[in-house]
């Protein structure tokens, strides 16, 4: 594996023998893992304080095991010739005699279900599907349903070509698999024509021709089972596990409703839930293979939000209705639209209705589906062209070519079909198709709401609902000829595994006589002490901008947020007040920032020094308010704001004041917490940054305006509790989940720690929880985001090497965890107790991969995180890693509760969301493409202003 590591010349003494948590041997030799990196030029000062300062990092502890960590020094990696590799164990074997061994041993349900493959391989087919209607085109990814009915229908017509055709599966695209080889002689290729319904349910048929043509064999249970004894997640088999998941899908999608491999349970009673705005929700199963320890599928509940069928002017009534803004009009009719004379009601119909199908009955009798566009003119105003080149109007029309009077000739028209075609249809002739709700559809709070209401499923119910969807699956699988043919088994119980409840960690506040530690008890605990550091609220203000709350509720709120601050130590003096002077329903981006404008100087002018905090009442959640008004707080005026609901202020709930007295005293620079000095590792006993990034998407309908936001956030003190954050745009137009500017933004934090220390220390050690990477992209992130933070860290210094580990932290999965003895069951919600930790049998074969249930699951079942361990030049325990990312999960300053991942991960998170909110903020300003204001988005002055 190479020679030593590389020591940082000022490091004297051999190496500890020790590992920080728990003994071990001493590490295996590793290769040079960063090569010489000429240090960026910065200012002369800063060179000369950065030299001065702390650098040497402590001595490595050894490895717990002979950890494998691989390089290719062939493979370029960012501007280095470096390609990192995540450590793993040689085998399974040897992975087993090192899992962790804190806490409780209990046993857990899990929703996955040992599989049996026998089959060796399979072989592959490329499959092409045109038609000349399409004028030579093929098949698109949107065409699923109608490529799995063809290729089923051509399996049936050329029959003597498809001797066992259950014996070749289809992903309903271009790859087709079969157990045998296909009789196409020597060519190996094979074509013909098929006529098929364009839609299941309508007489209109297509004329397609399809090709087949035989490509390379596909190891299937060899490359599997070598997988799972010695793998990594460079080497993943991932085209045998495409095939598996393509053969358990054929039949449901021949058979079933499904959305991807989403099967949905038509049949089933129950199966659709209104959840308002004329939107249904639909639930279903989710079945993946995943090799693990062994062979297992992994199904878990789905729910999807859609439509059923109906009346389109039904429809856009539900919607209005289903609105706050709209629901005291009491809508029952198509008439009471009036024609749409509201603009804005005009919109928020068009915004639903768009990117739906709709099926057109024409007075004829045809009948044709169509994707709307957007609304048209109103039916009764002339804008289609005649044959002899005249204006006339969609209800001209309809009444001379089709004798058809509308009803309803004000309303708009649907512009359907090509968006740059003219094809308009009269709403009351069109109904809106049975569909799922399309990706770009973003539901309301409403709506979100009751979502979450009907998806919280209790662990009981869902283990059942789950087991009853295989059943309804041909008896999971077993009676699936597909699956047959393929030797494919699925066992009908879900496993049972050995897992661990690890021990909270004890948490730090003050008291009158000092100190105080405090034990949390399943997830959560009683802050009923002081803050651990307090600030106070001296010079600050109320910015009211619901007319209809009076001044007197204000006050009394500010009278009990005072009382609230006062039990934990938060000093709050009275604020300066201002009324939003503003009758307008929707005021202008400029209009807010005035006001808030106008309040800061009223501040200052009365304390004679700029506000420390700004509070902003508003009426509901999701207006533009909030995006304008915390962009200019945070980006432009750097002073923190706190928004509350009019109806937090009416009712002023202790529990909610205490809520907000912790945003608060976070906010200006307090610490609410920290972890007592005996759950701290030795290693966090010199300076250590702990780091959290993320990257938010666009929705894909707006990925080519709308950047990708990256945020990485690092702590600076040594309690973990205040935060420094950067900020960055990712390229448009593709999802880039590599933070593209780790290098810099790094740097900053480096720079921003070093500050804070008055210039005498840098971190030791960077411990760094990256959210939301999948499996697949492990390797690049690794690579990229490693090597970039290296060069941050030389680009300071040319030996500064700290110590880095490296996790990344996923939500994105389908495990559950059940509790298999009541014993170790939350009582109220029946999930498992929090602290819950899973390290085997459904992990990764050799790579340190582990499951940790943090938080209290309160509603619904809990869901785990999955974390993996890609880097770490601590070579730190099982039991290290586990505990030290359940106490981190206590330190989330928001709330006093164990939260579902570390608080930086949860931090940049937010903070990721935060900077949409801004990038919101330019758009409605009209600001989103002036790269002026795009670069100050980045430059956040502010600290844990995204809490």
């Not at 041993?105 to 399979?122: C, D, Q």
């Not at 290693?683 to 250590?688: E, S, T």
Request: charged share 25%.
């Amino acid at each position: 594996m190479g020679g030593d590591r590389k020591r940082n010349n000022r490091n004297k003494g051999p190496p500890s023998t020790t590992d920080p948590a728990k003994g071990g041997p001493p590490p295996p030799s590793r290769p040079p893992r960063t090569p010489t990196v000429r240090p960026e030029p910065v200012a002369q000062q800063a060179m000369a304080d950065l030299s001065l300062a702390e650098t040497r990092p402590p001595t490595a502890p050894p490895s717990q095991a002979p950890i494998q960590i691989q390089m290719n020094p062939s493979t370029a990696s960012g501007r280095d010739n470096t390609a990192w590799r995540v450590p793993h164990y040689t085998s399974l074997e040897e992975k087993r005699k090192h899992l962790g061994t804190l806490g409780k041993k209990v046993r857990v349900r899990v929703n996955h279900f040992e599989m049996r493959i026998n089959l060796k391989h399979v072989h592959h087919y490329d499959v092409t599907i045109t038609s000349e209607v399409w004028k030579g085109q093929e098949a698109r990814k949107g065409d699923r349903d109608l490529c799995f009915r063809a290729l089923d229908a051509f399996k049936k017509k050329y029959g003597q070509m498809f001797p066992k055709p259950f014996g070749v599966a289809y992903d309903g695209f271009k790859q087709a698999y079969s157990t045998h080889v296909l009789p196409f002689g020597p060519s190996k290729i094979f074509e013909g024509l098929v006529t098929v319904p364009r839609v299941a349910d309508l007489p209109d048929t297509i004329e397609l021709k399809i090709r087949l043509k035989q490509l390379e064999k596909v190891d299937i249970s060899g490359v599997l089972q070598d997988y799972i004894r010695h793998g990594t997640t460079l080497d993943r088999p991932q085209d045998a596990i495409n095939v598996v998941n393509i053969i358990l899908s054929h039949l449901p999608q021949l058979t079933k409703m499904t959305v991807g491999r989403s099967i949905l349970n038509e049949e089933s009673p129950g199966r659709v839930a209104e959840i308002g705005g004329g939107k249904v929700l639909w639930t279903g199963v989710f079945p993946t293979f995943r090799p693990a320890w062994k062979f297992f599928l992994n199904v878990d509940m789905v729910n999807k939000p859609g439509y059923e069928q109906t009346d389109t002017l039904e429809f856009i009534l539900k919607s209005l209705n289903g609105m706050r803004k709209y629901q005291k009009r009491n809508m029952r009719q198509p008439r009471d639209l009036e024609d749409f004379k509201d603009k804005y009601m005009k919109m928020d119909a068009e915004s639903e209705i768009k990117n739906l199908k709709v099926r057109f009955h024409r007075p004829d009798k045809a009948k044709r589906d169509y994707k709307v566009n957007k609304f048209g003119p109103a039916a009764n105003k002339p804008n289609v062209i005649d044959k002899d080149g005249k204006k006339m109007s969609i209800e001209f029309f309809f009444a001379t070519e089709y004798k058809w009077k509308l009803n309803y000739p004000g309303l708009p028209t649907l512009h359907v079909g090509n968006p740059n075609g003219s094809i308009y249809l009269p709403m009351e002739l069109t109904e809106i198709k049975k569909q799922v709700c399309p990706m770009a559809k973003k539901l309301s709070d409403v709506e979100t709401a009751s979502m979450i209401r009907h998806t919280a499923v209790a662990p009981d119910i869902r283990q059942k609902k789950i087991n009853e969807s295989l059943t309804k699956l041909s008896n999971h699988f077993s009676q699936d000829p597909y699956a047959k043919a393929f030797e494919v088994e699925v066992s009908k119980q879900m496993s049972v595994i050995p897992a661990r409840i690890l021990d909270p960690p004890g948490l730090l506040y003050k008291s009158a006589s000092g100190d105080m530690t405090v034990k949390p008890a399943l997830g959560k605990w009683d802050g009923k002490y002081n803050f651990l550091t307090s600030v106070s609220l001296t010079n600050w203000g109320v910015l009211n901008m619901n007319p209809r709350l009076t001044r007197q509720a204000l006050s009394q709120f500010v009278e009990v947020l005072y009382s609230e601050g006062q039990k934990r130590g938060l000093n709050i003096d009275y604020p300066e007040y201002r009324n939003f002077a503003s009758n307008d329903r929707f005021p202008t981006p400029e209009k807010m920032e005035s006001e808030f404008k106008a309040l800061v100087d009223t501040v200052e002018k009365a304390k004679g020094k700029k506000p420390e905090l700004i509070m902003v009442i508003i009426s509901a959640r999701g207006t533009n308010e909030y995006s304008i008004i915390k962009h200019y707080g945070d980006m432009v005026l750097n002073i923190p704001t706190q928004f509350v609901l009019t109806k937090n202020v009416e009712q002023a709930k202790p529990t909610t004041l205490h809520n907000i007295c912790l945003k608060i005293n976070s906010k200006l620079g307090g610490t609410n917490l920290s972890l007592d000095k005996k759950a701290i590792p030795p290693w966090m006993n010199k300076p250590c940054m702990i780091m959290g990034g993320d990257v938010t998407h666009p929705s894909p309908d707006k990925m080519n305006d709308t950047p990708s936001i990256a945020a990485i956030v690092g702590s600076q003190d040594p309690k973990a509790a205040i935060y420094n954050l950067e900020l960055s745009l990712q390229r448009r137009g593709q999802v880039v989940e590599v933070i593209e500017e780790t290098e810099r933004m790094v740097k900053s934090l480096l720079l921003k720690f070093f500050n804070s220390s008055g210039k005498r220390y840098k971190p030791f050690t960077i411990v760094y929880y990256r959210d939301g990477v999948s499996e697949g992209q492990f390797d690049d992130v690794l690579n990229k985001e490693l090597s970039a933070i290296r060069r941050a860290c030389t680009s300071l210094e040319a030996d500064y090497k700290p110590h880095i580990v490296f996790i990344v932290a996923q939500k994105r999965h389908k495990t559950r965890m059940f509790p298999e003895n009541p014993k170790d069951t939350l009582l109220r919600s029946k999930n498992v107790m929090p602290g819950t930790v899973v390290d085997q049998e459904i992990t990764h074969p050799t790579e340190h991969n582990f499951f940790l249930a943090s938080h209290e699951g309160i509603q619904g079942t809990t869901k785990p995180t999955s974390y993996h361990k890609l880097w770490d030049d601590l070579n730190m325990s099982s039991d290290s890693l586990q505990q030290l990312t359940f106490y981190l999960c206590h330190l989330y300053s928001r709330c006093e509760r164990s939260v579902s991942y570390p608080a930086p991960t949860y931090y940049a998170h937010l903070a990721a969301e935060r900077a949409k909110c801004y990038y919101n903020a330019l758009i409605d300003k009209g600001q989103n493409a002036d790269k002026e204001a795009l670069r100050k988005l980045t430059e956040t002055q502010l600290k844990n202003n995204f809490i």
